[in-house]
């Protein structure tokens, strides 16, 4: 009994299934055929028509949508599922004439009507044969920049190399197609008699086979939406083209391979070539100013400024003298227009220390559009402080503590609302000053970050 369990789990159902379609197609098509004649002999035309049409179309059927399922089954190992079959309005068109010709042949036995319809047929073949040589040797390499920022246009290259001894044309680079999220799968399980019994009332419980449907997971956002064509490409060059590209918003995006289409030499398909290229990429959070940052910078620069004040190279301010003053900071240019003495206040460069906090709120904490605008906003005050003469450090829940700018906003346009303790409740102790971007209300800061700090509140109706 496992033996003939296991036995059923290695046959591929799907094959099966379109393999007695295809039996059952190609008996339809020889039967019709059959009554076709009987119908000629017996001079009813429409009758005799509509038999040979039906014979042609249930053959054209399984040759469009069987046959290369399962020519494909038994393919080389490399080669199963290498393309994809689109029929093209102009290959619907051929397919209709030879359709009336192939009709009008069986109508009048006439010998060339037939060869025709034979030349019809064998150029669909040519026309398959064409289009997978000049796919068959192109090799193809995606090059993305290491670093994208959201809402900023980016330029990506597309390495397209033939390989093959002769050229190629008409050859477009496209996405691959979607995936079917929902598919039947066959599953184990339990027959029972009576079903509606308990388990240890029911008279029988075999092993059975069910089937049921699945939904795979939603994939992330491709990379590359559009088509890229190439006309031509010479036996043994390389050619490439630039794409702009542009992301609307942060997080991980994922090219799950590529295709590689032609429609070369007749048009009547859309053969296309699935390349396994995988390539990801993480768009960093805008860094654009926005009005927040706008309304904020002011005085997370002033108050941080105020932190840092002290003896260096950098005028702070001019201000009044005062008894504990030196006397070598006394601005006499300053002091002769104002008739009171002035001395000058610097900011202290080797102390210029900035901790920015993100807080991660728990999910539902914030409106979706308050999380990400507080995101935004950090990742613009991260970039703008790390252009200056400041010594940067992160804190974040489940950041890794790197103080590379570039590492804190992938660690930002990957990050979700998340639950756990807020971050503020065990913060080291530094003599660094703290911008804190959090979602805790007013009275759950601790009160030790209120002299050293500028904080952000992300809900902006708390």
Same mark, same amino acid.
């Given at each position: 009994?496992?033996?003939?369990?296991?036995?059923?789990?290695?046959?591929?159902?799907?094959?099966?299934?379109?393999?007695?379609?295809?039996?059952?197609?190609?008996?339809?098509? *020889?039967?019709?055929?059959?009554?076709?004649?009987? !119908?000629?002999?017996?001079?009813?035309?429409?009758?005799?028509?509509?038999?040979?049409? &039906?014979?042609?179309?249930?053959?054209? !059927?399984?040759?469009?949508?069987?046959?290369?399922?399962?020519?494909?089954?038994?393919?080389?190992?490399?080669?199963?599922?290498?393309?994809?079959?689109?029929?093209?309005?102009?290959?619907?068109?051929?397919? /209709?004439?030879?359709?009336?010709?192939?009709?009008?042949?069986?109508?009048?036995?006439?010998?060339?009507?037939?060869?025709?319809?034979?030349?019809?047929?064998?150029?669909?073949?040519?026309?398959?044969?064409?289009?997978?040589?000049?796919?068959?040797?192109?090799?193809?390499?995606?090059?993305?920049?290491?670093?994208?920022?959201? /809402?900023?246009?980016?330029?990506?290259?597309?390495?397209?190399?033939?390989?093959?001894?002769?050229?190629?044309?008409?050859?477009? $680079?496209?996405?691959?197609?979607?995936?079917?999220?929902?598919?039947?799968?066959?599953?184990?399980?339990?027959?029972?008699?009576?079903?509606?019994?308990?388990?240890?009332?029911?008279?029988?419980?075999?092993?059975?086979?069910?089937?049921?449907?699945?939904?795979?997971?939603?994939?992330?956002?491709?990379?590359?939406?559009?088509?890229?064509?190439?006309?031509?490409?010479?036996?043994?060059?390389?050619?490439?083209?630039?794409?702009?590209?542009?992301?609307?918003?942060?997080?991980? *995006?994922?090219?799950?391979?590529?295709?590689?289409?032609?429609? *070369?030499?007749?048009? !009547?398909?859309?053969?296309?070539?699935?390349?396994?290229?995988?390539?990801?990429?993480? +768009?960093?959070?805008?860094?654009?100013?926005?009005?927040?940052?706008?309304? +904020?910078?002011?005085?997370?620069?002033?108050?941080?400024?105020?932190? &840092?004040?002290?003896?260096?190279?950098?005028?702070?301010?001019?201000?009044?003298?005062?008894?504990?003053?030196?006397?070598?900071? +006394?601005?006499?240019?300053?002091?002769?227009?104002?008739?009171?003495?002035?001395?000058?206040?610097?900011?202290?460069?080797?102390?210029?220390?900035?901790?920015?906090?993100?807080?991660?709120?728990?999910?539902?904490?914030?409106?979706?559009?308050?999380?990400?605008?507080?995101?935004?906003?950090?990742?613009?005050?991260?970039?703008?402080?790390?252009?200056?003469?400041?010594?940067?450090?992160?804190?974040?829940?489940?950041?890794?503590?790197?103080?590379?700018?570039?590492?804190?906003?992938?660690?930002?346009?990957?990050?979700?609302?998340?639950?756990?303790?807020?971050?503020?409740?065990?913060?080291?102790?530094?003599?660094?000053?703290?911008?804190?971007?959090?979602?805790?209300?007013?009275?759950? $800061?601790?009160?030790?970050?209120?002299?050293?700090?500028?904080?952000?509140?992300?809900?902006?109706?708390?």
């Amino acid at each position: 009994m496992s033996a003939i369990r296991a036995a059923f789990t290695k046959i591929d159902r799907s094959a099966w299934i379109r393999f007695f379609i295809a039996i059952a197609g190609l008996a339809l098509a *020889f039967t019709s055929a059959l009554f076709s004649t009987v !119908f000629r002999e017996s001079g009813n035309v429409l009758a005799m028509a509509i038999a040979a049409s &039906v014979s042609l179309l249930a053959a054209g !059927f399984i040759g469009l949508y069987t046959v290369p399922y399962l020519a494909k089954r038994v393919a080389l190992e490399g080669m199963k599922e290498a393309f994809d079959y689109d029929v093209t309005t102009e290959g619907i068109v051929y397919l /209709g004439v030879a359709l009336l010709i192939g009709v009008a042949a069986l109508n009048t036995g006439n010998n060339l009507l037939f060869i025709i319809l034979a030349a019809m047929l064998a150029a669909i073949i040519v026309s398959g044969i064409a289009s997978a040589a000049v796919l068959r040797g192109l090799r193809l390499d995606p090059s993305l920049p290491a670093h994208v920022f959201a /809402g900023q246009p980016i330029i990506a290259r597309i390495n397209l190399r033939n390989a093959h001894i002769a050229a190629s044309f008409s050859v477009s $680079v496209v996405p691959p197609k979607p995936r079917n999220l929902k598919r039947l799968h066959w599953e184990k399980g339990t027959f029972a008699f009576p079903p509606n019994r308990p388990t240890h009332r029911q008279w029988v419980r075999w092993p059975d086979l069910k089937l049921k449907l699945s939904e795979t997971p939603v994939p992330p956002d491709a990379i590359f939406r559009g088509s890229i064509y190439f006309p031509y490409i010479a036996s043994g060059t390389a050619t490439h083209a630039d794409i702009e590209l542009c992301f609307p918003r942060r997080g991980l *995006f994922i090219q799950d391979g590529f295709g590689l289409s032609t429609r *070369f030499p007749f048009s !009547f398909l859309i053969k296309t070539r699935r390349i396994p290229v995988t390539r990801e990429m993480v +768009v960093y959070p805008s860094v654009d100013p926005t009005d927040d940052f706008f309304q +904020v910078l002011p005085m997370i620069t002033g108050e941080f400024e105020a932190f &840092v004040r002290g003896r260096g190279y950098d005028l702070y301010r001019i201000r009044e003298y005062m008894p504990e003053d030196s006397a070598r900071l +006394v601005d006499w240019k300053a002091t002769a227009k104002s008739g009171s003495l002035k001395v000058r206040e610097f900011t202290r460069e080797d102390e210029r220390k900035l901790r920015i906090i993100f807080d991660n709120p728990a999910p539902g904490a914030v409106p979706e559009d308050d999380y990400e605008n507080a995101i935004q906003l950090t990742a613009s005050l991260a970039w703008h402080f790390a252009g200056t003469n400041t010594q940067l450090s992160f804190v974040a829940p489940g950041y890794s503590g790197s103080s590379d700018v570039l590492d804190f906003l992938r660690f930002l346009a990957l990050v979700k609302p998340e639950s756990g303790d807020s971050v503020l409740k065990s913060l080291p102790a530094t003599q660094d000053y703290n911008l804190v971007v959090t979602a805790q209300a007013h009275g759950s $800061v601790p009160t030790e970050l209120w002299s050293s700090s500028y904080i952000v509140f992300m809900d902006k109706e708390k």
